[in-house]
């Protein structure tokens, strides 16, 4: 699970990322990545109702949340990543959505 230091949790901190970021589209997910001056990588993820019911919306953000931690090392520091699922992302299974979320990251880095 991520740590508290490795979450966005303002609102203004997701509109900001969502607006100036570098966006990457794919086939589950949409990828806004920002950098900024020091301190780490933050993730913040909305999976809105569309998605499915709650168990389903909670099961895609798990699975998403698990693919940034995998990636964490990977990532270089003084990034904030916002991550929206789309609704085919209730279809995708772990291992898809764990590579559509490395290639957005490499793209966008």
């Keep these: 699970m991520l740590s508290r230091a490795n979450r966005l949790t303002r609102g203004l901190d997701y509109r900001h990322v969502v607006r100036r970021g570098r966006r990457c589209a794919g086939a589950h997910i949409v990828t806004h990545v920002v950098s900024h001056a020091g301190g780490g990588v933050r993730f913040g993820?909305?999976?809105?109702?569309?998605?499915?019911?709650?168990?389903?919306?909670?099961?895609?953000?798990?699975?998403?949340?698990?693919?940034?931690?995998?990636?964490?090392?990977?990532?270089?520091?003084?990034?904030?990543?916002?991550?929206?699922?789309?609704?085919?992302?209730?279809?995708?299974?772990?291992?898809?959505?764990?590579?559509?979320?490395?290639?957005?990251?490499?793209?966008?880095?």
Excluded at 67 to 75: D, G, K, V, W
Excluded at 77 to 105: N, Q
């Design 45 to 109: 993820f909305i999976v809105a109702k569309n998605v499915g019911s709650a168990v389903t919306r909670n099961t895609v953000r798990r699975r998403l949340k698990a693919a940034c931690q995998a990636l964490l090392p990977a990532i270089g520091d003084g990034k904030d990543v916002v991550i929206r699922a789309l609704p085919t992302s209730s279809l995708a299974d772990y291992a898809t959505l764990h590579a559509e979320v490395r290639r957005c990251l490499e793209r966008a880095a």
